[in-house]
């Protein structure tokens, strides 16, 4: 009787190549995820009511900012003001400009900057009410 299959190619000749892909694929994943957006949650402790949040979010080393958002309330919140926004990880310069409604009726608008290292958890910025 004689043989009549080949003889079968080594185990990693057979699935070497299928391993490298997909430890390539598992090398890129990791280098690309933490660029990726998601979701952030920022608080901001106003202390006292404000009319108007306005707020920019500028990665550290960039010139321009990455998002912004203007938040106006008509019935103002005393404690803090909950914003998500999607971002990356990382080193953020957060700039604000308060606008606070003052005892006489007027305005106060106050500039605030902060350094912040969005992580995606919750990161929580005071915001003091200062005359």
């Known amino acids: 009787m004689s ?3 080949a003889a079968s190619p ?5 699935f070497g190549p299928r391993a490298l892909l997909l430890l ?3 090398a890129a994943a990791a280098l690309l995820l933490p660029s ?3 979701e952030q949650v920022l608080v901001f402790r106003v202390g006292a009511p404000v009319r108007r949040l306005k707020v920019s979010y500028t ?11 203007t938040l106006s309330y008509t019935s103002a919140p005393t404690e803090s003001v909950r914003h998500s926004v999607s ?3 990382g080193r953020y310069v957060v700039s604000l ?3 606070r409604a003052t005892a006489d009726g007027g305005v106060r608008e106050t500039s605030y900057v902060r350094r912040v290292n969005l992580d995606g958890h919750e990161t929580v ?7």
């Open 3 to 5: 043989e009549t299959g």
């Open 10 to 14: 080594p185990l990693w000749r057979r």
């Open 24 to 26: 390539g694929l598992g």
């Open 36 to 38: 990726l957006p998601q």
């Open 59 to 69: 990665r550290e080393g960039e010139v321009e900012p990455r998002s912004g958002a």
């Open 87 to 89: 971002l990356p990880n």
């Open 97 to 99: 400009d308060v606008e």
């Open 125 to 131: 910025l005071p915001l003091e009410d200062t005359p």
